[in-house]
């Protein structure tokens, strides 16, 4: 039987799609037109071969869908719950998109991590390179790189033009990456080394038409590189700081909420100092009388903890990873059946970090945790990394994007694919952390010490990223006063526990992609207290696979769409 309300967490196969459903439809359709590389990443086929439009032209393109769209959906007359979140969503996503826009944002975007100079080069990570068809596929796309990075680079200039330059800082690590790409060890030179078909050699014209395009992306890359030193550097901000307007911005796009940034601020350093005794008492754990410096050491002297080779950490992640999904499925979580199969793998890159690519929406590409393992780094310690496997896996990023891929019956395909939140996303990603802990899985004095280290890290970006950016009084641990580099890297030296180069990399990151590193401590934050208020709200009556269940089903919306859909408000 249909029925005219149906709520966020039904499964109902009686729902048929709405008006609301085709219009988010057709804007998911219409935007994959527009960015062929959100296509690939989505496991869309018909555009590998292609690049998005980088130049202002291509932003401009999408400014005008979003607007377009906006004006459908505030038109829009909901049938039920679903239909109600999807205008939220939209909403909220698009407006916000639009602002972005307005001011130039995109055009400017150079950061260490996320913005065109890496997306241009990274979506080849995700095609298939096991035939010669599909490595053809890599070099078509690859002879469509220059193209793409030329966009980017008049993107670059435009914005300049406005008096809109990313940071000094930026803009030297862009060059630097440039440099990194087109060396004789660099990316398009492995990749063609590397490129086999099967088992076997390339045939000689795939083989050729590689090189070739591989050749073409080595120009582009170093055509960016002196576009960067000629064209911006001369003219970029010594100045790490966005300044308190734009940062407001950026923090409800990456958060989905409003948060009060001052209070947020406060609140960071005191849960830092929560977390810094939580880390003592574990010390004392470890060894008795040790300090967190010397406990570390012990963890990484302990072979119990050790992993030699990125095979054996491949092989460990997917041990961790499997077993954790059959633990969980059907106890704490309803797990569907494609879901419960995520594929470990280690990237081709060398620059750090752990990553997931969500499935195919056929889920014939499974999801996948990458990990990026620098250079020279061959010994791995399981203590510090475990809760990286629950936040990129199971119950974290896999069972988050995965599920919601699968819910066909319920969702639109906009709102199953292509509708992220970081706030919703890493914050349930340090949530489901979190819920390893209180299940136990982290009672290890190691792995809790690992857990206890990243949530230092998470904790002191939220002070580190608001307070440098807003301009917020620096803490007394470091001298009070205003921030400066030297302050921030003090400080996160002082809460973080990883090698300088990597701790580097990850303080240029939060000075060159403001509000993004807050937004999981920040989204842990909000989906915490999501919980609580169910819990008071039910009572004895609460379920916690219920809510899991519920929560899951809305999608990576926007906080504050997620709270009013949970909560029964919209």
């Known amino acids: 039987m249909t029925t005219n309300r149906t709520t966020e967490g039904a499964t109902s196969a009686a729902r048929k799609p709405t008006p609301v459903d085709a219009i988010a439809t057709d804007y998911f359709a219409r935007s994959v037109e527009l960015s062929p590389t959100d296509a690939t990443y989505l496991g869309l086929p018909g555009h590998d071969e292609e690049y998005d439009d980088f130049s202002p032209a291509g932003w401009e393109a999408k400014s005008a869908l979003r607007r377009e769209f906006l004006a459908r959906i505030e038109a829009a007359t909901p049938v039920d719950d679903i239909d109600k979140v999807t205008i939220a969503a939209m909403r909220d996503r698009l407006e916000l ?64 033009d406005r008096g809109l330059v990313t940071p000094r800082r930026q803009v030297l690590a862009g060059m630097q990456q440039c440099a990194d790409l087109i060396g004789p060890e660099g990316y398009f030179a492995t990749l063609v080394r590397g490129a086999k078909a099967g088992d076997g050699p390339l045939d000689e014209s795939v083989a050729q038409r590689l090189a070739t395009g591989a050749q073409a992306g080595v120009a582009a890359y170093t055509r960016l590189r002196e576009f960067l030193e000629r064209e911006l550097l001369p003219v970029a901000p010594e100045a790490d700081a966005c300044g308190r307007e734009r940062y407001a911005l950026l923090s409800r796009y990456w958060v989905g909420a409003a948060v009060d940034l001052e209070e947020t601020y406060a609140w960071g350093q005191q849960e830092l100092a929560r977390i810094t005794a939580a880390m003592e008492e574990v010390a004392d754990q470890v060894r008795p009388g040790a300090s967190v410096a010397e406990a570390l050491d012990l963890l990484n002297a302990d072979p119990r903890y050790v992993l030699e080779g990125t095979e054996a950490l491949r092989d460990w992640m997917q041990s961790r990873a499997d077993q954790v999904i059959a633990d969980l499925a059907d106890v704490h979580f309803d797990i569907p059946g494609p879901v419960r199969r995520i594929e470990c793998c280690i990237a081709p890159t060398q620059t750090g970090g752990i990553y997931y690519s969500g499935p195919s929406e056929d889920f ?179 379920d916690l696979k219920a809510f899991h269940r519920k929560a899951l089903d809305v999608g990576s919306v926007g906080l504050d769409t997620l709270r009013a859909a949970v909560l029964d408000e919209l």
């Not at 596929?137 to 002879?143: C, D, M, V």
Request: proline share 4%.
């Open 97 to 160: 998109a639009e602002q972005m826009h307005e001011a130039g944002l995109d055009e400017m975007e150079l950061n260490n991590i996320a913005s065109p100079l890496q997306g241009i080069r990274d979506i080849l990570d995700l095609m298939p390179q096991d035939s010669d068809a599909a490595w053809s596929t890599i070099a078509g796309r690859l002879a469509a790189m220059p193209a793409a990075v030329e966009g980017y680079a008049v993107s670059l200039a435009s914005a300049r």
């Open 364 to 542: 014939s590409r499974p999801g996948r945790m990458w990990w990026s393992v620098p250079k020279g780094e061959t010994t791995f310690h399981t203590w510090a990394e475990l809760s990286t496997v629950y936040h990129e896996g199971v119950p974290g990023h896999h069972l988050q994007v995965a599920q919601t891929a699968y819910r066909s019956e319920l969702l639109n395909v906009w709102r199953r694919l292509a509708c992220w939140t970081s706030g919703h996303g890493e914050g349930w990603a340090l949530y489901a952390e979190r819920l390893m802990t209180e299940l136990g899985y982290m009672d290890d004095p190691g792995d809790r010490m690992g857990w206890l280290g990243m949530q230092s890290l998470r904790a002191a970006r939220v002070v580190l990223d608001i307070g440098v950016h807003c301009g917020f009084e620096a803490p007394a641990e470091v001298g009070g006063g205003a921030w400066d580099y030297d302050k921030a890297w003090a400080f996160l030296r002082a809460h973080a526990v990883d090698s300088e180069g990597k701790l580097r990399f990850e303080l240029d990151r939060y000075l060159g992609w403001p509000g993004q590193a807050p937004s999981y401590k920040i989204g842990e934050r909000l989906w915490l207290a999501l919980r609580e208020e169910m819990r008071a709200r039910e009572g004895d009556a609460f």
